[in-house]
């Protein structure tokens, strides 16, 4: 069972909500200034509402649009109601700490060679995290990627990671977004707004990974994030996404 099942009931701490709508919006305000008790008490009810010990495959949906407040959050003065929400919650076989160093891993290209051009800055101190020193770090990427329907694009992507370590266990929590928009080759593609947030926690014999997002992508001929399809085709990516960590799990890299 979930190691964050025996939280006690006596602690004084703000509710989390019990959807999984809730509990997104929840996560994405709390990720920095949430104490552990209120993320332990949402991951137990995440762990709930997704039935993560029983999870056997990927659960997708669409949840609602992140306030324009949430976006201030993280500096951004824009209309957050152009992104479409939507998640990925899936079983993943791998160790956290495993996982934990796949998430802050400064060459990403080498673990996923899926970009033109990569570099990631550590805006905080890297080592303090590792050693445990610090519970969490960020950084800055810039990175070229593209494909056949946008052509290239250039980006920046800021980001950060949180090891939470409560009375009953160590769960992850990744947030990153794009401070402003990506610079396409061509005309015509918008990649203006892009708000992600990764959870992993133990549950059963698997880590199960919540992965809710709000983007706004348009490529042009009726191609954009609006699209339950166009939905569906990203989260599938996702999921290989997935599939590549646990073959990186298998191997022992990084």
């Known amino acids: 069972m979930l190691l964050l099942l025996s939280l006690t009931a006596c602690r004084n701490v ?19 200034e949430g104490s552990t ?14 039935e993560g ?18 976006a201030a959050l993280v500096g951004l003065e824009v209309d957050a109601s152009k992104s479409a929400g ?28 899926d970009y033109e051009n990569y570099k990631r800055d550590y805006l905080t101190d890297i080592d303090a995290y590792t050693s445990g020193e610090s519970d969490r ?45 990506a610079d396409f080759v061509k005309e015509g593609p918008v990649f203006d707004q892009d708000f992600q947030l990764e959870l992993f926690y133990s549950s059963g014999d698997h880590l199960v990974h919540a992965y809710p997002l709000w983007r706004h992508l348009d490529i042009g001929s009726g191609l954009s994030t609006d699209d339950q399809g166009f939905q569906s085709t990203l989260l599938n ?15 022992g890299v990084p």
Not at 37 to 50: D, G, H, K, W
Not at 57 to 70: F, P, Q, R, V, Y
Not at 156 to 181: C, H, M, Q, Y
């Open 14 to 32: 703000e509710p989390a909500p019990e959807d999984l709508d809730g509990l997104f919006h929840f996560f994405w305000q709390k990720a920095e």
């Open 37 to 50: 008790e209120e993320l332990e008490a949402a991951v137990l009810n995440l762990e709930i509402a997704a």
């Open 53 to 70: 010990a029983s999870l056997k495959e990927a659960k997708t949906g669409t949840i609602s649009d992140l306030s324009n407040e949430e």
């Open 86 to 113: 939507m998640f990925l919650i899936n079983p993943v076989v791998c160790s956290l700490e495993q996982i934990d160093r796949t998430i802050w891993w400064q060459k990403q290209d080498e673990l996923y060679p």
């Open 137 to 181: 770090v960020s950084w800055t990427t810039s990175y070229t990627a593209g494909n056949i329907l946008t052509g290239d694009y250039d980006s920046t992507v800021l980001g950060s990671l949180r090891r939470v370590e409560g009375e009953d266990g160590t769960f992850l929590i990744a947030r990153a977004w794009i401070p402003s928009p």
């Open 237 to 251: 990516e996702l999921v290989a996404y997935d599939k590549d960590t646990e073959q990186l799990c298998a191997d």
